[in-house]
């Protein structure tokens, strides 16, 4: 799994990054393997996903804290 996250230090990002990690350690199928932080900015993630993409093989599984 691959986790497009807000950012690191407002407390909503760091309570969804939390939610998320938790969640993911409850599965018993689900192995987190890369955050990727875009700042709550689309293109951003736009970006960092595209690149992620391209360097490797793709994710099963894409996470993204969001509204």
């Known amino acids: 799994m691959l986790a497009i996250a ?4 407002t407390p ?3 309570a969804r990054n939390e939610g998320m990690r938790r969640a993911v350690s409850e599965a018993e199928d689900a192995v987190l393997e ?3 932080f875009a700042d709550w ?3 951003l993630a736009r970006e960092r996903m595209a690149h992620r ?3 490797g093989p793709a994710p099963q599984l894409v ?3 969001s509204d």
């Open 6 to 9: 807000g950012d690191r230090s």
């Open 12 to 14: 909503v990002s760091i």
């Open 34 to 36: 890369q955050v990727l």
């Open 41 to 43: 900015r689309r293109e």
């Open 53 to 55: 993409l391209q360097s």
């Open 63 to 65: 996470w993204a804290g």
